[in-house]
């Protein structure tokens, strides 16, 4: 009885779309921008083979900024869902 109560209530899962994508990218583009004016010392070593691509990030920075943008991006993406919006 209560099984059947508590699958009742659950929502229907959340496919990947070219939006939730984009959502994804932006919300890691945000924290990439956040952690560039926030990390007191971005280019820490290891340092990454063309650091100049990677806005002069080490590896630290570069794994802490995507880290942060994909939690940011699946907080985004789980809310919208839950409201309806995607």
Known sequence: MLTSTLLATVPAALEWTPNV???MILAN???IAVGKF???????????PAPNFFGGFGLPA???TTSF???LGAG????L????RI
């Open 29 to 31: 583009i945000i924290a």
């Open 76 to 79: 985004i993406i789980l809310g």
């Open 81 to 84: 869902h839950n409201i309806g």
């Open 38 to 48: 926030t990390i007191k010392y971005p280019s820490a070593e290891p340092a990454l």
């Open 62 to 64: 570069v794994l802490a």
């Open 69 to 71: 943008g994909h939690i």
């Open 21 to 23: 994508g984009i959502i």
